[in-house]
């Protein structure tokens, strides 16, 4: 597969490229998740795709099919993946994981040019559309400890979820994210959504802390847009 640059989309604008060397199904099993509808497979490491050429100046999103955190993920192939990341030091690179204690875990082993982040789709700390994902309290805890040592930190809250604006905005301004990414699920899975009102609330909040907010396309529907 390798290395491959983004056009338009519900991908993040920010990213240049994504890199996909780990494949297969994720064990947090989200209903929301996007890559169901490939058909996903049992988890795999391309090892070809370990060869592949990352360049210099971009910005890649690894792992954006499946969370190379999750438990399931052998050792190996994570150390793998962050070898091939410290070969080509002219890039960033943007590592998104709900499995954050995990990451944690690698974070001394990254170079500093990577980004973490993780999903934090409201504050009520379990809806059974998460799957067997970590809840909301555990992936929190995560990425503070990392924020407490690491000043490139992201959340992102897609999709949104039903949400206490007082709470969300509260734990998501305690990390200090360089940037908070927004965004509603695309799919139609009937979800419990927030109101207009309290999505811009939220954005009013984070950008008064001047937190950077990023806002999906897919928000608009919410937003009546």
């Known amino acids: 597969m390798g290395l491959r640059f983004q056009k ?16 297969g199904k994720c064990e947090h099993d989200c209903l929301y998740c996007y890559m169901k509808k490939w058909g996903l497979k049992d988890l795999r490491l391309d090892v070809k795709d370990l060869d592949t050429h990352l360049g210099k100046g971009n910005f890649i999103f690894i792992g954006s099919g499946t969370d190379i955190f999750a438990p399931s993920v052998p050792m190996e192939w994570i150390h793998l993946i962050i070898d091939r990341m410290k070969t080509y030091p002219a890039n960033q690179y943007f590592l998104q994981s709900k499995n954050t204690l995990r990451m944690l875990y690698y974070m001394k082993d990254l170079p500093e040019n990577t980004v973490f982040c993780t999903t934090i789709e409201s504050d009520i700390d379990y809806y059974p559309q998460m799957g067997k994902a970590p809840n909301i309290r555990t992936r929190y805890a995560g990425i503070k400890k990392i924020r407490d040592f690491r000043d490139r930190v992201m959340v992102t809250v897609e999709p949104v979820l039903k949400f206490n604006v007082v709470e969300l905005s509260s734990m998501l301004i305690s990390l200090h994210p360089e940037q ?17 009102a309290e999505i811009k609330k939220l954005v009013e909040n984070l950008e008064r802390q001047k937190i950077k907010v990023y806002q999906k396309s897919n928000l608009k529907r919410l937003l009546n847009e």
């Open 8 to 23: 338009a989309g519900n991908m993040y604008g920010f990213i240049d490229a994504t890199w996909n060397p780990i494949r």
């Open 180 to 196: 908070v990414n927004i965004g509603a699920d695309s799919k139609g899975h009937k979800m419990p959504e927030p109101s207009a």
